[in-house]
């Protein structure tokens, strides 16, 4: 009697895991021991998939184990790594475990760009192997009964959990065997397989007949909504796995039944209710004519029957000769109660009681994510001080050139180069002077027409791809079922789009820094000469009268230290401004694990302004110093300037000595703004190349779907006839010999279905008419 019901294993092929993902890994981490952690890592991975699904699987639970194992790891490196059709692209193909190459069953094979369509694969085989695992068990040991109901649990837990999560994992229609339907029924067959062995070991523990009678009446509920579901569910009778199981589920449904109605005869007798007793002992013995009768190649009720019979003989002896109780009918009897002792194994990762995560250490995507975006607002923070000082200490430069000062006091004899002006001049020329500044400008175009290049070739791949992907879509119509590549393409052009743009943005900046060049061009030139010539440039003016050691004067210089000191103060300021560090990573892993999401704009905020509110304080408190400061210089020079005595040749030496200060703080922005551009497009480079990097990975990867959909699509049409059909005349064929009845199947059938828990029992109409 006890043929089990198993699943045949899905196939994989070959999938390459350690180049895509130690390309990410070296592309997203530094270089140093984390890094070669994780390559190390992928390696150890790629070696669990090839354990797990690379060989052929005792049926044994140390195989179980190596399958639950790499399921865990999946489901552990799934939030940590950007697994999409448009990111890291991992094809995984997998073939029906109920297809035989024909067109019944549906796809021979399903390869799709999903991590969520593997797990679903491998804990599909993880079901498939702990119900071979169950029905290996010797069931006439207590530990192999203990055994056997813990994996049919398993498994009913396993597909249970797959027909849960199967459509929001694919986004596609699934292969058959993995379809809600399919998986949904086999997991209430392995329920009831779990429950017919606790009923098993409550008869070989001898325990009270009316607990044995409720646990077979449970079993023979669970197996007939098992039969229902494969035999009413759109799908699956085409199948001929469930062809061969569904005699067996009606003949186990018999079984169950004609068990509880023995066990409950058992307890009409105690109970001296004899005319009951034959009740139930006839129709247990008609359930089991009937097995016997139809169902003889899948299943054996010799002993089952000889036991009812003999029970049934002498029921009837004892009734006839002594008690003369009045049989009832079947309908009249009062319902067997139903005791479940099985529940569906709740699919709660780690599954494994050996797993340890590989990537233990990497953070998960959202927290890189958020840790990406937490870094671009701390960037835009420090670049928004920082900036606001140099614009700041650029127009105090920019007002004190052109009150020509601190070369106005250094130039009261007329005649002399203030000593300000020559150590402006002495600064360009450590510099670099013009051939410096001219180098950089020149490097610029050659590192802009690079990115350019790069971005363009990057656009063009995709291009490429998508225009042969419409190609065929449109020779192939509906058959050519995958994302179309204008779909999956857009957040790659979006982000080229924003490149073209920064690139746009650069080129007109950079022509801004020419102009200024252009404007000083003359004057850091003349700076660059020697002290000699640069004298002789400078107009000389008649000395009118000596203020030295005048009272504004003094003033003045006092006032223009200040300011000098309020400039290197903002210098050590920037500097601490820059240092700040927090690390966010381990906020955004607590919100992850307590919320099981990232409020990034909240935590990020709330962390810049505990870091950089005082800093941002001292910013404006310089900047109010300076306005001070600059508004007593303005006034303080403006009676300088009164008592100085004008004419025309002082005006024009001034308005020199104006400009070669002016040159000088061009000369060093300029320098600045040319080594930040030539930084930001060697930066921008290794940006694209990244860029570039992910437009050929998902490319090559779309080729390679392209090219094994095409493959199936080739042979799908070679097995489609050329022609109608037609009829061919009666004396040329053969005479089709009658049907002998249903295809016997094996003794440990495998099977594939799917259906909901606690779906209705048979009543006792429907149960005969199942069993006849």
Known sequence: MATFISVPLKKSSEVELVKPLSKFVTA?????????????????????????????LDKHESSLEILLRYYDQLCAVEPKFPFSENQLCLTFTWKDAFDKGSLFGGSVKLALASLGYEKTCVLFN???????????????????????????????????????????????????????????????????????????????????????????????????????????????????????????????????????ELHQSILAKQKKHFGEEIARLQHASELVKTVASRYDEYVSVKDLSDKISRALTAAKKDNDFIYHDRVPEVKDLEHIGKAALVKATTITPPLSAKFTDLFEKMVPMAVQQSMSVYSQRKAETVNRLVGTMREATNLCNGVLASLNLPAALEDLSGDSIPQSIIEKAHAIVQQGGLQSIEQLIRDLPELLTRNREILDESLKMLDDEESTDSELRSKFSQRWNRTPSGDLYKPLRAEGGNFRSVLDKAVQADQVVRERYNAHCEMIALLCKPEAELTAAIPSANPAKTLQGSEVVSVLRSQLSQLEVVKREREVLETEIKGVTFDMSSSFLTALAQDGAINEEALSMSQLDQSYGSY?????????S???????????HQEFSSLKQSNSEANDREEVLKKLASAHDSYVEITS????????????????????????????????????????????????????????????????????????????????????????????????????
């Open 126 to 260: 993880g079901a498939a192997l702990a119900s071979q695992i169950a029905s290996e068990q010797n069931l006439d040991s207590d530990e192999g009964l203990k055994a056997a109901a813990k994996y049919y649990q398993l498994a009913s837990g396993a597909f249970g959990h797959i027909k849960d999560t199967v459509l929001s994992a694919l986004n596609r229609e699934p292969t058959m065997d993995i379809s809600p339907e399919t998986v949904g029924t086999l997991s209430l067959i392995m329920l009831a397989q779990a429950q017919e062995v606790f009923f098993l070991k409550a008869t070989s523990d001898k325990m009270k007949d009316a607990i044995i009678a409720k646990l077979a009446n449970q079993a023979a509920d669970f197996y007939s909504d098992a039969f229902k579901q494969c035999q009413y569910k759109e799908n699956l009778p085409k199948c001929i796995y469930f062809q061969e199981v569904l005699p067996v589920l009606a003949a186990k449904h018999c079984i169950m039944q004609a068990n509880a």
């Open 673 to 772: 703004n040319l080594r930040e551009g030539t930084k930001f497009y060697n930066d921008l480079t290794e940006i694209l190349l990244k860029f570039q990097n992910k437009c050929s990975d998902i490319v090559f990867a779309r080729k390679t779907e392209r090219d094994e959909l095409l493959k199936d699509l080739q042979q799908s049409i070679a097995r489609e006839p050329s022609a109608p059909s037609f009829s061919v005349p009666a004396y040329q064929t053969n005479p089709t010999p009658t049907a002998t009845g249903p295809t016997p199947a094996p003794r440990t059938v495998f099977v594939s279905s799917q259906s909901q828990l606690g779906g209705s029992s048979l009543q006792p109409n429907q149960r005969a008419a199942l069993c006849q």
């Open 28 to 56: 997203t981490y530094p270089t140093g021991e984390d890094q070669a952690e994780y390559i190390r890592s992928v390696e150890e991975l790629n070696k669990l998939r090839k354990s797990a699904l690379g060989r052929p």
């Open 626 to 636: 300076q306005e001070e400061l600059l508004g007593n210089v303005q006034a303080s």
């Open 616 to 624: 941002s304080q001292r910013v404006q408190a310089s900047l109010r």
